[in-house]
């Protein structure tokens, strides 16, 4: 069994910066992907940035390019979200994910395991 337990968020003013980490138990951390996901009242859950199993390649959707950096450290076992310049929009709750698969994906039905969450509130 996976334990993922990410930690992190909280309440921070637009264009300040947050760091989001993400431990993750019970298997070979190194062999997998990962995803950072979030969800807003009211909307779907999306991906906001994967990274492959060796932290080489990494993918983020359009509107935190530029903004967020996905890495892991694999002997910690540990994946982190940097967000920097954060907006209002950027309000959600954020998970973690564990894909058994080495390469990257953005869709949530390809991750197995999940987080309970954490909240992050940006105010304008």
């Known amino acids: 069994q996976v334990q993922v337990a990410e930690s992190g968020g909280g309440l921070v003013q637009a264009g300040d910066s947050l760091k989001l980490s993400c431990v993750v138990s019970?298997?070979?951390?190194?062999?997998?992907?990962l995803g950072w996901f979030r969800q807003a009242p009211g909307k779907e859950r999306e991906c906001v940035a994967a990274?492959?199993?060796?932290?080489?390649?990494?993918n983020y959707t359009a509107s935190v390019r530029g903004r967020f950096t996905i890495y892991r450290d694999n002997a910690k076992t540990t994946l982190y979200l940097q967000m920097d310049n954060l907006k209002p929009e950027d309000t959600a709750v954020y998970f973690c994910?564990?894909?058994?698969?080495?390469?990257?994906?953005?869709?949530?039905?390809?991750?197995?395991?999940w987080g309970q969450g954490t909240q992050v509130d940006v105010s304008a």
């Open positions: 994910a564990v894909r058994l698969n080495p390469a990257l994906k953005m869709d949530a039905d390809k991750y197995s395991y």
């Open positions: 990274i492959n199993w060796s932290g080489g390649n990494t």
């Open positions: 019970g298997r070979t951390f190194s062999s997998y992907a």
